[in-house]
């Protein structure tokens, strides 16, 4: 899928960025277009070959439908704790966060945010629980065209139950 400069795409594990350009780069004699994506959240510059941006999971923002399911996953406490050592969650965590899909995304979110209420979270937990947190709220801000703190406040509000 073509991006057009201006529109927002999610980058995994980055978050939220705009298409400022489509520029050329020649390496090893080849040239290739790239998009020019600069994150929201930290005004990171970064180029993505525009033939390998579906391989490297670069995507529109999910549609204003689909937050919901986002939610629904937010709020699901069916899920039983995971037991398993901090190492191999962290693992896990990681990978579902490269993926880039709002789902895993948010199911990280909320595995880390119950925990943090029976537990204080260690420095990996916490750096994690901030990440997820951060994407998630990019996301969601854009999808529904609304501010941040607008997002962080309904989290807290399905965190605080």
């Known amino acids: 899928m073509p991006f057009e400069i201006g529109e927002k795409a999610v980058y995994p594990a980055h978050g939220v960025g705009v298409i400022k350009d489509i ?8 040239t290739y277009d790239c998009y020019v994506l600069k994150i929201l959240d930290n005004g990171m510059t970064i180029k993505v070959p525009t033939n390998m941006a579906d391989a490297n999971g670069m995507r529109t923002i999910i549609p204003k439908s689909a937050v919901e ?26 990978n579902k966060i490269n993926t880039g899909d709002p789902l895993e995304v948010a199911s990280v979110l909320r595995d880390l945010a119950l925990l943090k209420k029976e537990k204080t979270l260690s420095f990996g937990e916490r750096k994690t629980y901030d990440r997820a947190h951060s994407l998630i709220v990019q996301e969601l801000a854009v999808a529904k065209d609304v501010d941040e703190s607008k997002i962080k406040k309904e989290l807290e509000k399905i965190f605080s139950k």
Do not use: C
């Open 69 to 94: 399911k986002v939610y629904e996953v937010l709020r699901d406490r069916k899920k039983p704790a995971d037991k398993q050592t901090w190492n191999r969650r962290y693992r896990e965590y990681m």
């Open 23 to 30: 520029e050329q780069l020649e390496q090893d004699g080849q």
